[in-house]
C-alpha cells in the first residue's frame, strides 16, 4: 500500500491558487489516489480521486503524472473558508489510508 | 437526513470501564469502516467491514471489538479502557473499493 508524504501547512491568501502535492513513490498499480477535506469538529469529505492524467470537478483539480509518483491537488481561488486540513490518501481494495494531512490556512 | 450517524458525540469514561459507538448508515453501502484520529490528527484505519464481514484488521488490540448486526449498522465495543484510547473515532462507509467514503461527525472519547 502507497505511503504517502504530504506538507505539513500552507498558508494562502484569498483568490489565490492553492497547490498541495503529495508524494507517494511506492504507489501499486491498482492503487487510487484521492483527496479529503477536514473541518474541525467534523469527519473527512471526500473532494476528488484520481488514476493518472487530471481530473477536474467543482470543487478542485487533481494532476497526477504518468510514473505516478505524486498528486497535486489545486484548489482554485481559495476563500477564507477553504481552511482545513486536507488529506491525500490511497486506496487498495478495503483499505482507505489517510496520510499526515496538510492544513491550509486562507488569510483575508 | 444525517448519512452516517455515530452516537455518542462525546464520551468520557475512566480508565478500565467498557464502553460501545454506534454507528449506522442510511446510505445502502456494502462497506463500513471504523477510523482512530490522535492529537496530530492522524487518521488511522482500525477495521474494515464489507457485507458485515471483517476484511481489515489493522492490528487493533483485542480489547477493541467490531460488531455489525446488518450492513447498516457497524458498532465497536472498547473493552478495559485505556489513557490511550483517547482519541477521536470515526464511522465511514462506502460502497465496496470505492475512494469516496463518507464519514460520520466523529466520537470524541476521553479516558480518564
Known amino acids: 500500500l502507497a505511503k504517502t508524504t504530504q506538507p505539513i501547512s500552507m498558508d494562502s491568501y484569498e483568490g489565490q491558487e492553492v497547490n498541495i502535492t503529495c508524494s507517494h513513490n511506492?504507489?501499486?498499480?491498482?492503487?487510487?489516489i484521492t483527496w479529503y477535506q477536514q473541518f474541525p469538529s467534523q469527519g473527512p469529505r471526500f473532494i476528488i480521486q484520481?488514476?493518472?492524467t487530471k481530473v477536474t470537478n467543482e470543487v478542485a483539480s487533481l494532476f497526477i503524472p504518468a510514473d505516478r509518483k505524486s498528486s497535486t491537488l489545486s484548489l482554485p481561488r481559495v476563500s477564507l473558508s477553504d481552511t482545513a486540513v486536507y488529506y491525500c490518501?490511497?486506496?487498495?481494495?478495503?483499505?482507505?489510508?489517510f496520510g499526515a494531512g496538510t492544513t491550509v490556512t486562507v488569510r483575508a | 437526513d444525517t448519512a452516517v450517524s455515530q452516537t455518542p458525540k462525546y464520551l468520557v469514561t475512566q480508565m478500565g470501564n467498557d464502553k460501545s459507538i454506534k454507528c449506522e448508515q442510511n446510505l445502502g453501502h456494502d462497506t463500513m469502516y471504523w477510523y482512530k484520529q490522535d492529537s496530530k490528527k492522524f487518521l488511522k484505519i482500525m477495521f474494515s467491514?464489507?457485507?458485515?464481514?471483517?476484511?481489515i484488521n489493522e492490528t487493533v488490540p483485542n480489547r477493541f471489538s467490531p460488531k455489525s448486526p446488518d450492513k447498516a449498522h457497524l458498532n465497536l465495543h472498547i473493552n478495559s479502557l485505556e489513557l490511550g484510547d483517547s482519541a477521536v473515532y470515526f464511522c465511514a462507509s462506502s460502497q465496496p473499493m470505492t475512494t469516496e467514503a463518507f464519514f460520520g461527525q466523529g466520537t470524541r472519547l476521553t479516558v480518564v
Open positions: 511506492n504507489i501499486a498499480t491498482n492503487d487510487y
Open positions: 467491514y464489507n457485507n458485515k464481514e471483517l476484511i
Open positions: 484520481g488514476y493518472k
Open positions: 490518501c490511497s486506496l487498495n481494495d478495503y483499505k482507505l489510508s
